[in-house]
């Protein structure tokens, strides 16, 4: 099982305190003498904070976090040894996402009566030194406030993909993220619940968890095999994430069990869109999601990307229960009711964009996706992700939009569609769908699947068109690379939409005042004029 969020330290803000009074000695270290020593020593006030397996003391710029002596089964920090090396792991695996946040490891020297962290003596134990950052740095607090906005949440999206598409994958045989340890570890987790008290939707979740988990064991087992399964971060929700000086990022990796963050990438970026969608944003929960998949290209993991939400539920709601029988505060949530309404199947079914470049076709998927729940697949990502380029890097455009290539991108397109919808959910598919060729593909694909499709028919005026072309290229901050030549000649092709496309149609004149909800409701087919 997964101890969720463990530690005070860095924010004043953070993390459970200990049930009762506060154990201010432990053997082997008297913390209060410490602390005394570091306010002496700084001139600064030093707040002591503590968990049930750390102490942090916060002097307003920088912290300090000790190991207390503890052997919890999980965890053994009972030796100084040992403790040691915990603190250089938690170093190494912080600095991979937060390396201006945690700063080296320092010897703790003198005496257990007379402890310190400065001077000479001999070592008898080991802190992990990070810098302080303001409470509001937390994008929890930024979301209480409602203060997080699609811009960050895109920020930490290009970060965590870049970080998970970076991460070691785990050697073969080593067993992690096999289907035994999947299935077990979300076992463990509802056995740990039903102690904590009988709930009558325990049972329920976990029949869905024993179906769903026999249903993917072979999937699981392809991505492992794929090498999907790399050392993350393990505990992504949304107190370990911030946004400080510039960069929004995670921090407080789990570092006391390999296990827990040896796992499928998947299973990392789960956390962090389930708890927005356990607070009530299953916008920023998508739009994290699509800039995650932008960045991965990990389409084909939509299969296992709804077990994983309903495991990570089921792990927060575990983390509660436990600080609530500590007699600590714990969040509101109710994150059984989330993983039971995250459990609920999806409505596989397929929106194409169409549009000439400019039309503004790729901003209003982007909102769609937000509002009606979505996953997107974009024709100017996938077609430089077929030359091993990321989404902003120029191409060389006489290979890159060939005919060939644009061929094999809008075959990559009907791949990842497939995957997607096959897996339960809808999906946008963003491209300009200007020849009908391309547009009956993706209809065969969708009547081959059973699932309705909707044509999402985009246009401006040519002035403004191009205007926000020119804009585009100035700001050099998207995937298209079309310019005022491409422009012209789509214009100068002048394809219409055929009489049995019409019914499908959703037209949008983006110039004007666009109501994204009444977009919605429509391709969901809530006036029932879209069905196939």
Wanted: with cysteine; net charge positive.
């Amino acid at each position: 099982m997964e101890a969720g969020s463990r530690e005070a330290g860095l924010s004043t803000a953070r993390g459970p305190q200990a049930p009762g009074p506060a154990r201010r000695r432990a053997p082997g270290l008297d913390i209060a003498a410490l602390q005394a020593g570091l306010q002496a020593s700084t001139g600064r006030p030093v707040r002591m904070v503590q968990t049930h397996v750390s102490w942090v003391l916060l002097d307003g710029e920088q912290a300090w976090k000790l190991k207390k002596p503890l052997s919890l089964g999980f965890l053994d920090f009972s030796t100084r040894q040992a403790r040691e090396f915990a603190c250089a792991e938690e170093l190494r695996l912080n600095r991979r996402l937060a390396p201006g946040l945690y700063l080296d490891v320092v010897p703790v020297r003198g005496s257990a009566a007379r402890p310190r962290l400065d001077g000479e003596g001999p070592v008898i134990d080991h802190a992990l030194r990070m810098r302080q950052f303001p409470d509001d740095a937390l994008l929890s607090r930024r979301l209480a406030e409602h203060r997080l906005d699609g811009a960050t949440v895109d920020r930490l999206a290009r970060r965590l993909a870049a970080f998970h598409s970076q991460a070691p994958r785990a050697p073969a045989g080593d067993g992690y993220g096999a289907p035994a340890q999947v299935r077990g570890a979300t076992a463990q987790v509802l056995a740990a619940l039903a102690r904590h008290g009988e709930d009558p939707r325990l049972a329920p979740l976990a029949a869905w968890c024993d179906a769903e988990g026999r249903r993917l064991r072979r999937r699981f087992e392809a991505r492992r095999r794929a090498g999907w399964v790399r050392e993350g971060h393990g505990d992504l929700h949304l107190d370990n994430l911030i946004d400080f000086e510039g960069d929004v990022t995670a921090f407080d990796c789990l570092e006391f069990d390999p296990a827990l963050r040896w796992i499928d990438v998947q299973a990392d970026i789960a956390f962090a869109c389930m708890d927005l969608h356990a607070h009530g944003r299953p916008d920023l929960a998508w739009r994290l999601l699509d800039g995650w998949l932008e960045g991965t290209g990990d389409h084909a993991g939509m299969a296992v990307h709804r077990y994983y939400l309903v495991y990570r539920a089921l792990v927060r709601a575990l983390v509660l229960a436990l600080r609530r029988s500590q007699g600590a505060a714990a969040d509101g949530v109710d994150y059984l009711a989330a993983a039971q309404r995250l459990a609920q199947p999806g409505e596989a079914r397929l929106l194409m964009t169409r549009g000439p470049s400019g039309s503004g076709k790729s901003r209003l998927a982007l909102g769609l996706l937000e509002v009606a729940g979505a996953v997107r697949v974009r024709s100017d990502v996938e077609r430089k992700r077929l030359f091993g380029l990321e989404a902003l890097q120029a191409t060389q455009p006489a290979r890159a939009y060939s005919a060939r290539a644009t061929r094999r991108t809008y075959a990559r397109l009907r791949r990842l569609a497939r995957e997607v919808l096959a897996a339960g959910y809808p999906v946008i598919v963003d491209a300009a769908f200007l020849e009908p060729s391309r547009r009956d593909a993706l209809v065969a694909l969708a009547r081959s699947m059973g699932v309705p499709w909707t044509l999402l028919n985009c246009h401006a005026d040519a002035a403004l068109l191009r205007q926000r072309l020119l804009a585009r290229r100035a700001r050099g901050d998207d995937p298209s690379e079309a310019d005022l030549r491409v422009l012209e000649a789509q214009l100068a092709r002048g394809d219409l939409l055929r009489p049995g496309e019409r019914a499908h149609c959703i037209d949008v004149d983006t110039g004007a005042p666009i109501d994204l909800g009444r977009i919605a409701a429509r391709w969901v087919g809530m006036d029932g004029s879209l069905a196939p």
